[in-house]
């Protein structure tokens, strides 16, 4: 009787050293993985988005501008005297998921998105990959000023995209993201209601404080022989990224007015080929809500 009560004593005193022994192995494996940080400076690379999230509990202020054309000469301030702007804000859920919501002044538009980074760089494992879904809706014009009536529906378009990068070393970064965009009312004969595209971008760090960054979308199922006021154009943006104390401050070079996913895949007008740059600049400010870390 007494090996009764022995044996299973036994059995679970062994179940709780394997259990310690497993715990062990698993935290001595994670405090040996080492990740890669800062593959981006910000969310955001030039107009596109990046694969870094916000921390749990940070709020990420940017607040972008774009001018009319350089090319538009000296009558027109070299384009200074045109300008649209988008108010952005992001918020950190937790170091790996947060939320953010923007208005840009063309077209009026609101978007809302979420960002989950789902694989990080390490020693262990080559990339980081962050998934992002994004909703936008457009207000201009409204249905006094239109010849037609606007639905809620009719204003509305979605996207989603998933953002690949490695950080190659300590001065480059590279990123690849297939895109998708849909956008539920359109002119059919000359738009698509679904567009695709691919975008490249990269960050190499010229000094301690100052890094060049840049990105070109590549429309996948453009439209062909389109009327002239229908062509759209691939976006190309390159930025001067210069670091300030607690914000980030980015000149800016891009042939989109676009600062939302639609509007550079879709409604791109000008070449940059051609000539047709915007100067603008990004300015992003970082502000710890949940306690210091």
Same mark, same amino acid.
């Given at each position: 009787?007494?090996?009764?009560?022995?044996?299973?004593?036994?059995?679970?005193?062994?179940?709780?050293?394997?259990?310690?022994?497993?715990?062990?192995?698993?935290?001595?494996?994670?405090?040996?993985?080492?990740?890669?940080?800062?593959?981006?400076?910000?969310?955001?690379?030039?107009?596109?988005?990046?694969?870094?999230?916000?921390?749990?509990?940070?709020?990420?202020?940017?607040?972008?501008?774009?001018?009319?054309?350089?090319?538009?000469?000296?009558?027109?301030?070299?384009?200074?005297?045109?300008?649209?702007?988008?108010?952005?804000?992001? $918020?950190?859920?937790? +170091?790996?998921? *947060?939320? =953010? %919501?923007?208005?840009?002044?063309?077209?009026?538009? #609101?978007?809302?998105? @979420?960002?989950?980074?789902?694989?990080?760089?390490?020693?262990?494992?080559?990339?980081?990959?962050?998934?992002?879904?994004?909703?936008?809706?457009?207000?201009?014009?409204?249905?006094?000023?239109?010849?037609?009536?606007?639905?809620?529906?009719?204003?509305?378009?979605?996207?989603?995209?998933?953002?690949?990068?490695?950080?190659?070393?300590?001065?480059?970064?590279?990123?690849?993201?297939?895109?998708?965009?849909?956008?539920?009312?359109?002119?059919?004969?000359?738009?698509?209601?679904?567009?695709?595209?691919?975008?490249?971008?990269?960050?190499?760090?010229?000094?301690?404080?100052?890094?060049?960054?840049?990105?070109?979308?590549?429309?996948?199922?453009?439209?062909?022989?389109?009327?002239?006021? $229908?062509?759209?154009? +691939?976006?190309? *943006?390159? =930025? %001067?990224?210069?670091?300030?104390?607690?914000?980030? #401050?980015?000149?800016? @070079?891009?042939?989109?007015?676009?600062?939302?996913?639609?509007?550079?895949?879709?409604?791109?007008?000008?070449?940059?080929?051609?000539?047709?740059?915007?100067?603008?600049?990004?300015?992003?400010?970082?502000?710890?809500?949940?306690?210091?870390?």
């Amino acid at each position: 009787m007494r090996m009764f009560y022995v044996f299973p004593a036994l059995v679970i005193n062994m179940m709780a050293f394997a259990q310690d022994d497993l715990l062990n192995e698993l935290n001595k494996e994670e405090q040996g993985t080492q990740y890669a940080f800062a593959t981006f400076k910000g969310t955001r690379i030039v107009n596109g988005q990046s694969v870094e999230t916000k921390r749990k509990g940070e709020l990420e202020f940017i607040f972008s501008h774009r001018f009319g054309l350089i090319n538009e000469g000296a009558y027109a301030l070299w384009g200074l005297d045109e300008s649209v702007t988008r108010l952005g804000l992001e $918020y950190g859920i937790s +170091d790996r998921f *947060g939320l =953010g %919501i923007g208005r840009t002044s063309v077209d009026k538009t #609101f978007d809302g998105y @979420f960002r989950y980074k789902a694989l990080r760089q390490s020693n262990k494992f080559p990339l980081t990959v962050t998934a992002l879904g994004s909703v936008y809706y457009k207000t201009y014009p409204r249905n006094s000023e239109s010849p037609y009536p606007i639905s809620t529906e009719d204003r509305l378009a979605y996207g989603a995209q998933l953002m690949i990068a490695r950080k190659f070393s300590p001065k480059l970064s590279l990123q690849l993201n297939p895109m998708f965009i849909h956008r539920n009312t359109v002119d059919q004969d000359v738009e698509n209601n679904d567009d695709l595209a691919l975008g490249f971008a990269g960050r190499y760090k010229i000094t301690k404080s100052v890094a060049l960054s840049g990105e070109y979308i590549f429309r996948l199922n453009a439209k062909e022989n389109q009327p002239p006021d $229908y062509v759209r154009y +691939d976006a190309v *943006g390159i =930025g %001067i990224d210069i670091e300030t104390g607690g914000h980030v #401050f980015q000149l800016v @070079f891009t042939n989109t007015l676009g600062m939302f996913e639609r509007y550079t895949i879709t409604e791109t007008y000008e070449d940059f080929g051609a000539g047709d740059i915007h100067f603008g600049f990004n300015i992003t400010r970082t502000f710890q809500l949940g306690g210091k870390r």
